[in-house]
């Protein structure tokens, strides 16, 4: 069976930098005190849209751009064009066929939209990954994934309003004779907290009513322990671990979500592994939701912390709870 490789990998951020000191004067003036909350979350600044030109489908595009244009590679190459986000700018047309049109694709191209809400985008590369594996008629498959959170939550909300960033990843994956690539991947679900986080808070059904104000629109997020994921985490890296014969000293690099850097740091006191291993850049993107261990992984790439033939992880967990566990040979 032909090994499915990552490519190329690639991110991209509005210009817009907005520091914590501006959502702790915010909330401030309401009487709330976030400075500790920020601190858990590990926020330190996030990119930020500003202005009506930049969006989901705006951002997943340059992403895609940029990884083509660093992989020599064009939009007709692909086979196959995926687009992951919890925020669509459109639900029809899909945004991948948007996405084609804009990079120019063949008419032999699969085009599809994916959600799975924060876990999307290691959804959507696991999924591509075995897609390939079975379709031998697939060699370049693009994976774009991006929220336009920031404008979807509610400013008087100390949990969403300060914690969420804006940026796309975009992923080429390959087929490949090398024995690199996709290994294996788990999957952990529990529904038990399925609505605590909704957005539109109201129900697409519900917003064009008359009395629905824009905060029943925004995302609705009913707190809860952020750090019931972990063990599913722990647990699944172990048995993938365990599984292929391989033990923590053999991984380079754990890309995982970037909600919250406690998570983080309880995954890796659970595993008993070096803390330079978990790459973390949720202090200067804030959280970005689907994108975010797509991003870690390329930063691991551009700072030399990630190379070719070293085992990666990628992990991420979604709204009430979708958790893919995923292993890679880059």
Sequence with gaps: MDSITIRQAAYY????????????????????????????MGRERRYITEGEEENAFTMGLKAAQKALLEAGLTGEDMDMIVFVSQT????????????????????????MDSNANCAGMVTAVEQTSRYMQANSQVRYALVVGCDHSSIHCNPQDEITYPNF???AAAVILQRSTDSQGFIDSLYYTDSEGSENITFPACGLSHIYNEDITPEQI??????????VCVDAA???????????????????????????LKNIELIQNGLAAPQEKFIYIGDEF????????FIAF?????????????YVFFWSVGAGWQIP??????
């Design 218 to 227: 925004r995302i609705r997020w009913t707190p809860f322990d952020g750090t």
């Design 13 to 40: 951020h509005p210009e817009r930098i907005v520091h914590n000191d501006f959502y702790l004067n915010h909330f401030s003036s309401m009487g709330k005190d976030i400075e500790r909350f920020l601190q858990i």
């Design 286 to 293: 804030g959280y970005t939701g689907t994108s975010s261990p």
């Design 325 to 330: 566990t995923m292993l890679f040979r880059y």
């Design 234 to 260: 722990i647990n699944d890296i172990k048995e993938l671990l365990a599984r292929h014969g391989l033990s923590i000293v053999d991984i380079s690099a754990f890309c995982l979500s970037q909600f919250s």
């Design 298 to 310: 390329q930063r691991g790439v551009e700072d030399g912390v990630i190379q070719r033939g070293d």
């Design 88 to 111: 669509p700018e459109y639900t029809y047309p899909t945004n991948a066929l948007l996405l084609h049109h804009r990079l120019q694709g063949k008419h032999r191209t699969i085009t």
């Design 165 to 167: 960033g804006d940026a």
